[in-house]
């Protein structure tokens, strides 16, 4: 599989934004695809997981109920949309593949990450 995130930008706090995760050469093994971000100097942190199978959507315990995934219809691009944005959300946002979803808002047996795109809030 493939995967190519896109839409981040230069935005102010309370604003919104939705980053694509454009999908290509999908195989029996791409089932889940999560979002993340990396904050400069820490490491990759799960938002949560959206199932190509069924569109079912698991969030991680620590992601906020501002961030919502989803996919359209043909699932050739997973959304992240996040509103009310604030300071703490600037990272660099990568989707990634697995095989399924867990519980926990994570991809299970991870194999494919795509670029980041970069989100910048100004204050």
């Known amino acids: 599989v493939q995967l190519q995130a896109s839409g981040g930008g230069l935005v102010q706090v309370g604003s919104s934004l939705r980053l694509s995760c454009r999908l290509s050469e999908l195989s029996t093994d791409d089932y889940a695809i999560g979002w993340f971000h990396q904050v400069p100097g820490e490491g990759r942190e799960a938002l949560g997981c959206?199932?190509?199978?069924?569109?079912?959507?698991y969030y991680v315990d620590s992601a906020n109920s501002r961030f919502t995934i989803s996919t359209d219809i043909r699932k050739t691009t997973v959304y992240l949309q996040m509103n009310n944005l604030k300071t703490e959300d600037a990272a660099v946002y990568h989707c990634a593949a697995g095989t399924f979803c867990s519980s926990l808002g994570t991809p299970t047996a991870l194999h494919s990450w795509g670029p980041g795109t970069q989100v910048t809030v100004s204050s």
């Open positions: 959206i199932s190509l199978l069924d569109g079912s959507t």
